[in-house]
């Protein structure tokens, strides 16, 4: 019954894992960083093009400055915010900067490559609206991988999509290849005593 123990295995670490916001300082070595990515690189993707890949940000200035630039445009928008929705906002935005104080933070970044589109005469919206929503989801598969190969290496991570508020000027910090998207970023390290998981 291998299979069995395999699915009993897969469960509790699915079971397992939450949504982690806290984290203890110690850095992520680099041999558990390589295990995450063969994990993920196992991901169905859509039309079976790998267009994506993993940008692992662990220098605390960078991280510093990706929170600035969500603080930043979290400022702006706040500003435009009605009066009655601004505590609605703020409960919300909460959590679009706390990826900075994890050890490392894996960003999901990927290309919208055109197929159906290109058949076309001409350009239709909703064909290229689909195209691009198939590697959003594409790339959500590629995190819930990166999410359980990191419980099952004894690490913590969160899916963080709030923060792509300011997803220009995190990918010009990061330096992601023009044309490509972040699809999440997943702070990831070691849980900390008192933690906020969900």
């Avoid at 933070?105 to 919206?125: H, K, N, Q, W």
């Avoid at 909703?126 to 198939?134: A, H, P, T, V």
């Avoid at 995190?170 to 900390?192: E, M, V």
Wanted: positive net charge; contains cysteine; proline residues 5%.
């Amino acid at each position: 019954m291998k299979h069995c123990a395999d699915y009993e295995a897969l469960l509790k670490i699915c079971e397992s894992r939450r949504s982690t916001r806290t984290f203890d300082s110690r850095p992520v070595p680099e041999e558990i960083i390589e295990r995450i990515k063969k994990i993920a690189h196992t991901s169905p993707y859509a039309s079976g093009r790998k267009k994506w890949d993993m940008i692992v940000v662990a220098d605390r200035e960078a991280l510093a400055a990706m929170r600035m630039a969500v603080d930043r445009r979290t400022g702006e928008i706040q500003d435009k915010i009605r009066p009655d929705m601004k505590g609605s906002f703020d409960a919300y935005a909460r959590n679009f900067s706390f990826f900075a104080t994890a050890p490392a933070v894996i960003a999901l970044v990927f290309r919208a490559a055109p197929s159906l589109s290109l058949m076309l005469p001409e350009p239709d919206g909703g064909i290229l609206q689909w195209e691009r929503d198939n590697y959003v989801k594409s790339i959500s598969c590629v995190a819930m991988l990166v999410l359980l190969a990191a419980e099952s290496l004894g690490l913590a991570g969160c899916y963080v999509t709030g923060a792509l508020i300011a997803e220009n000027e995190i990918g010009r910090l990061i330096r992601i290849p023009q044309g490509w998207s972040i699809g999440a970023l997943i702070p990831i390290g070691y849980k900390a005593g008192g933690n906020n998981d969900d």
